[in-house]
């Protein structure tokens, strides 16, 4: 539930001019004004479940786009049944809709494939079935070395990019120098996970796996884990465990109880298991710089 210092669920990831949402709680529309963020450049709202914290800021989130005069398509993906839960939402409200919304079903374990990326999936251990999303780009062309090209006689200007985009060069001698002659081996794109309202479990570990960045479920102090348990979330601990047993780089706790004021002390029983964790707050920003 909100209180006065946290908001509902909602994770914008920001990539080379697109705008993903990932769950959209009641009042994200207004976070993302307080984060200078445009609603009007949002292409893909992705819900984890149907828990009204997670997905019934969607409509207000329509309607103010249509009030703006927004033309472009939104696709919205979720959980088996987001199709006729959206619809049924869309029609509540006395407005006009000025532009089209897709609606996708997607099953756990589905794949999504985009431009420069995927998004995977996998389900969630939680009272309302539920989907987790990792976004994981494609890999990125190896680190170029001048010194190389310049051993082949190739000398700086069109044909340095040429080989870095994949294309092969020939020389005047008719030789031919190919981009891996010049390039080291293929990088790792980035790869960031979304399991929020969720028990650890072994598909987030899986899908989790050499992630940049894993935003989980810490509802609970670790000493709350019988009561995590029954309420389908997890403990900060816990949480930190699935970090580390997924080797990511950093962890993002989210979801944090009502009942927690001191977030210091959660940071710190995660930070027991895996130092590099955070506790989430309303507006962070944090910027997830490629592998080198």
Do not use: W
């Not at 210092?5 to 994770?11: F, H, N, S, T, Y």
């Not at 207004?30 to 292409?43: C, E, N, P, T």
């Not at 494609?138 to 985009?165: C, H, M, T, V, W």
């Amino acid at each position: 539930m909100p209180t006065a210092e946290r908001g509902l669920a909602a994770v914008a990831i920001k990539r080379h001019g697109e705008l993903l949402l990932f769950d959209c709680g009641e009042g994200t529309q207004r976070q993302m004004v307080r984060a200078g963020l445009s609603i009007m450049k949002i292409d893909s709202v992705f819900i984890t479940h149907f828990h009204g914290d997670h997905f019934l800021g969607v409509p207000g989130l329509v309607q103010t786009m249509s009030l703006l005069d927004r033309e472009k398509e939104l696709e919205i993906y979720g959980p088996e049944g987001i199709e006729e839960k959206i619809e049924t939402l869309l029609r509540i409200p006395h407005f006009t809709l000025k532009f089209g919304v897709k609606i996708h079903d997607i099953d756990p374990d589905e794949e999504i494939r985009r431009s420069g990326y995927r998004i995977k999936t996998c389900k969630t251990d939680h009272a309302s079935p539920g989907i987790a999303y990792a976004l994981i780009e494609d890999e990125r062309p190896g680190k170029f070395y001048p010194k190389k090209a310049k051993g082949f006689g190739i000398e700086p200007g069109p044909s340095y990019s040429r080989l870095q985009n994949g294309e092969c060069i020939k020389l005047p001698d008719g030789k031919v120098v190919k981009p891996e002659q010049v390039m080291g081996p293929p990088r790792p794109g980035r790869k960031i996970v979304y399991a929020d309202d969720t028990r650890p479990s072994k598909q987030i570990v899986q899908i989790s796996q050499g992630a940049d960045l894993l935003i989980h479920d810490g509802t609970f102090a670790g000493e709350l884990q019988e009561i995590a348990a029954e309420a389908g979330h997890s403990t900060v601990e816990e949480a930190a465990k699935i970090a580390k047993e997924a080797g990511v780089r950093q962890l993002v706790l989210t979801h944090i109880s009502p009942r927690h004021t001191n977030s210091s002390k959660l940071e710190k029983q995660a930070q027991g298991i895996f130092p590099d964790t955070v506790i989430a707050h309303d507006l962070m920003e944090l910027e997830v710089k490629p592998k080198n």
